[in-house]
């Protein structure tokens, strides 16, 4: 297992207080790992600004080949990659193995593809005796600091556009989930020039905190809690660092009387409940119309009821535990306090696990109403609400009524409906009639207290890349 951090060429051990890692389906230490100290966070910056001439003037084509060569050693490490994931997230073998780790493999292949077609407005002549064109050039020095949900899906997320645009990075994983990163790091330390990628391990109140307030670091992308975003602003306002961030959600699920009800029971068991509930685009807020609400109550909880999540043998679950016991204890205080109140009903779930490991019951609760808790705020659970609504345009209102924009979904079968609401959505991404998909060719990112910029697409280039003008006088 591969346990110490890439700071320019050299791979080494951090040397501050050490971090326990565990496994959340047993509760038990993985490994101790010492987080980095501020001098090897400043190393890491340095070796990042050292490598930037020369890796930021390399050409497209040159990058390209360098993100396609990650990308085949992705797969080729396939399954070391997974066995590690599964076991630093707990989650299903067989998902990372066939959904996670090919979708970051091919996210390196797109930004690879995505850097040679990159288009822009025409060179020409704009003011007479001048000829303008626009260049799109690298932004530095990138501070890259992810979460624990996705590890190696986020650093692909992180890395593709920022490499293919020509800037280099220091990546912090979350201190919870770091052993997918520097594995990562290792296999990119034998394909990229010295510098471009620095990985480094440690806690956000100390190590990110010291990234993100670098005055070296040009850009910082996060995605995190909408708290930690705020942070990061604070910290960029003093030097005026470009900011990337994908905050949390709270995903609405509109589901109007015509919509298919076993697909939509299908769909919500798997979208609502996928990785636990532990994302941010996660089907965990239904609104559901008069005639279809009693039957989608009954069914959702029925199909929930019947989720696999705990068994010894890991081929057969469908979903993880929660992360770490912190997590899981949320959890269980969100749905403690929703069975407080006399008009919710906790119809599946709604208990803790018995046994080791980090387990939540998957839960529903029905009967919510907009202004409950269970309905305001991210549980980041295996938790789905479902409200009752008998008016679309109350159903489209309370679903903007929200401090996230990330995503949400309709689901009917009347196409001139599902187009009039998805352009009344204010939400990064609606499905009509699924929720979830994401293709590295289509943009991720949100609106409001979700935050701004975009993942994946040629939108990602464009963020982590800036115009400039150019102009001759002739
Ligand atoms: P978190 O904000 O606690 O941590 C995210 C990362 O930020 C970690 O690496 C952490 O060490 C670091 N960090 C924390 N405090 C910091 C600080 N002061 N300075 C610098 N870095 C700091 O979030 P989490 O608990 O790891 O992840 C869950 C949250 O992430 C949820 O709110 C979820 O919605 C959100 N999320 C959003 C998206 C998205 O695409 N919008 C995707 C996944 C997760």
Not at 68 to 94: H, M, S, T, W, Y
Not at 170 to 175: A, G, I, L, R
């Amino acid at each position: 297992m591969q346990t110490k951090m890439l700071i320019g060429a050299a791979q080494e051990a951090g040397t501050e207080t050490e971090e326990q890692v565990l496994n959340p389906r047993t509760g038990e230490v993985i490994v101790k790992m010492p987080e980095a100290d501020t001098d090897q966070v400043n190393r890491a910056v340095a070796a990042a600004r050292a490598a930037f001439p020369g890796w930021s003037r390399t050409t497209p084509a040159e990058r390209s080949a360098k993100l396609l060569a990650i990308a085949d050693a992705v797969e080729a490490r396939l399954e070391d990659f997974a066995q590690l994931e599964a076991l630093n997230c707990g989650k299903p073998i067989n998902e990372v193995r066939t959904e996670e780790i090919p979708a970051v493999a091919d996210c390196f292949r797109f930004f690879a593809g995505a850097v040679r077609n990159m288009s822009g407005p025409l060179a020409g002549e704009y003011m007479e005796g001048h000829t303008s064109m626009i260049r799109r050039d690298a932004i530095g020095v990138v501070a890259s600091i992810a979460p624990w949900n996705y590890p190696l899906m986020m650093m692909g997320w992180k890395l593709a556009p920022a490499l293919a645009g020509g800037n280099t990075v220091v990546m912090k994983p979350s201190e919870q989930t770091p052993l997918t990163a520097l594995l990562m790091a290792e296999v990119m330390a034998g394909i990229l020039p010295e510098g471009v990628v620095n990985v480094i391990v440690g806690q956000g109140s100390s190590v990110g905190n010291t990234l993100i307030n670098h005055p070296d670091v040009d850009m910082v992308s996060i995605t995190g809690d909408v708290a930690t975003g705020r942070k990061v602003l604070q910290a960029a306002s003093k030097s005026v660092k470009r900011t990337h961030l994908e905050l949390g959600g709270k995903a609405p699920v509109i589901v109007f009387d015509d919509a298919d009800l076993n697909s939509t029971v299908e769909g919500l068991k798997a979208f609502g409940y996928y990785n636990a509930g532990q994302d941010c685009t996660a089907a965990c807020r239904i609104y559901a119309g008069p005639k279809i609400y009693d039957n989608l109550v009954a069914d959702l909880s029925s199909a929930v009821s019947s989720i696999v999540y705990d068994n010894a043998d890991d081929t057969l679950n469908e979903i993880p535990p929660l992360i770490s016991r912190r997590q899981r204890d949320r959890v269980a205080s969100f749905v403690q306090r929703a069975s407080e109140q006399k008009h919710l009903e906790i119809t599946t779930g709604g208990s803790l696990h018995d046994g080791p490991g980090f387990y939540y019951r998957p839960t529903v609760v029905a009967g919510a109403q907009q202004e409950d808790e269970i309905v305001q705020r991210e549980v980041f659970g295996p938790v789905v609400s479902i409200t009752r609504f008998d008016d679309a345009d109350k159903a489209v209102a309370w679903a903007n009524d929200s401090q996230y924009g990330l995503a949400s979904s309709i689901w009917t079968s009347n196409i001139g409906r599902a187009l009039d609401v998805s352009a009344r959505l204010q939400y990064g991404c609606t499905w009509v009639n699924t929720h979830f998909m994401l293709v590295n060719e289509m943009p991720h990112g949100g609106l409001k207290q979700s935050g701004y910029g975009k993942d994946m697409s040629m939108y990602a280039l464009e963020d982590y890349t800036v115009a400039r003008h150019v102009m001759i006088a002739h």
